[in-house]
Nanobody, 124 residues
Framework: QVQLEESGGGSVQAGGSLRLSCITD????????MSWHRQAPGKEREFVSG???????RAADSVKGRFATSRNNRKDTVFLQLSSLKPEDTGVYYC??????????????????WGQGTQVTVSS
């Protein structure tokens, strides 16, 4: 069973900040990409931000300049720094992990994992 666990959610007022964390026990060699997605009530899950195995970060247009994804040196934890939060950022934030293609990693870990999610609530 792969560990993929988010933490750091909470309730803040508009303009505030939060830092989410996602930790995994997957061997860093086998991590192709880790990303953050969110789902607001009544809406589909959407991509927010991510970072690949080379450390290249990307973000959705709706959060560019406000949210940033980074990772620690061990590459077993990714962070999502949320700044200048807006009420429309409210939702459950999920961490997603994709493993590197190839027999070794996919047989050992599978291909895609989702965390259980952490709630972010932004009040106006």
């Amino acid at each position: 069973q792969v560990q993929l666990e988010e933490s750091g959610g909470g309730s803040v007022q508009a303009g505030g900040s939060l830092r989410l964390s996602c930790i995994t026990d997957v061997d860093d060699y086998c991590i192709l990409d880790m990303s953050w997605h969110r789902q607001a009530p009544g809406k589909e899950r959407e991509f927010v931000s991510g970072i690949d195995h080379l450390g290249r970060a990307r973000a959705a247009d709706s959060v560019k300049g406000r949210f940033a994804t980074s990772r620690n040196n061990r590459k077993d934890t990714v962070f999502l720094q949320l700044s200048s939060l807006k009420p429309e950022d409210t939702g459950v934030y999920y961490c997603k992990l994709e493993t590197r293609p190839g027999t070794y990693c996919r047989e050992r870990y599978g291909d895609i994992y989702w965390g259980q999610g952490t709630q972010v609530t932004v009040s106006s």
